[in-house]
């Protein structure tokens, strides 16, 4: 897991009006969690994960085709840029730098394990699989625990 200080080092000091950002176009509709009627097309996020995230969803895309992303609920965005602290901590979220993204939080809480997680089962692997290849790691997978955060590995 990428330490606080490592995230500064590398990314920057995390800002409310970060200089840091770019825009990813997805490579498919997203659905806003909180409100799906809502399209997401494209989302904020740090430029040095840019590329590995475009790469991520375009590969996740080519696996599941689009009608599988819908039907498990992996096109349901739940945020990647949002300055705050981690909840619970004093120290910035990797959502600070746009280096972490949400995905299907409604059915992957935050303190969800493995036992009741949606991303904890079977057929999300090949997706959790990809975020790892891309250079991203899975809190479920790595702390069971919060599964629908994916954050960059350094």
Not at 24 to 31: H, S, T
Not at 74 to 103: K, Q, Y
Request: charged share 25%; glycine share 6%; net charge positive.
């Amino acid at each position: 897991m990428i330490t606080t200080e490592q995230a500064i080092k590398k990314y920057g000091q995390p800002s409310k009006n970060p200089n840091y950002l770019t825009t990813l176009q997805l490579p498919y509709p997203m659905r806003l969690a909180w409100d799906k009627n809502v399209k997401v097309n494209r989302m904020q996020c740090h430029k040095l994960v840019h590329d590995k995230l475009k790469a991520i969803f375009e590969e996740i895309l080519q696996v599941y085709g689009y009608d599988k992303i819908v039907e498990l609920g992996i096109d349901l965005f739940g945020g990647c840029f949002n300055f705050r602290v981690m909840r619970g901590g004093t120290e910035p979220s990797r959502h600070s730098w746009g280096i972490a993204i949400d995905l299907d939080p409604d059915r992957n809480k935050l303190k969800e394990t493995s036992k009741t997680a949606r991303f904890a089962r079977p057929e999300y692997n090949s997706m959790i699989d990809i975020f790892y290849k891309h250079g991203f790691q899975s809190l479920g997978r790595e702390k069971n625990y919060d599964w629908m955060h994916f954050q960059v590995k350094e």
